[in-house]
């Protein structure tokens, strides 16, 4: 079966400007009456700077990405030296360790 767009009928291509037209257009009169009561414009700019104030956690969130965006890299010798040792099965892994580092960690990190 083929459609063909171009049997929509006298109405296709038209845009229904009734009501709903008006109360936008009379909103957005209203929007730019309240911005003129109070001295401003929608085409004005800012006059002085604004000010924001950013919690500890986003400045520690900006703090680490700022950290790993300046590492050095990957170490390709030393990940290919870890993924042969993987692939013969002989990196062991210590999961006693892991865990603790990994509980360290969790606890550094601020609530």
């Not at 500890?56 to 010798?77: H, P, Y």
Request: glycine letters at 8%; proline letters at 3%; hydrophobic letters at 35%.
């Amino acid at each position: 079966m083929k459609v063909d767009n171009n049997k929509l009928g006298p109405l296709a291509g038209k845009v229904d400007t009734g009501r709903s037209g008006k109360a936008e257009n009379a909103q957005a009169q209203g929007l730019q009456n309240n911005l003129q009561a109070k001295g401003l414009d929608a085409k004005s700019k800012a006059k002085s700077p604004s000010n924001v104030d950013v919690s500890e956690r986003a400045q520690l969130m900006a703090k680490a990405k700022n950290i790993a965006s300046q590492t050095a890299g990957v170490d390709e010798a030393k990940v290919a030296r870890l993924q042969k040792m993987i692939d013969e099965g002989n990196y062991k892994v210590d999961a006693d360790k892991v865990a603790d580092r990994l509980l360290e960690e969790h606890m550094t990190i601020p609530d």
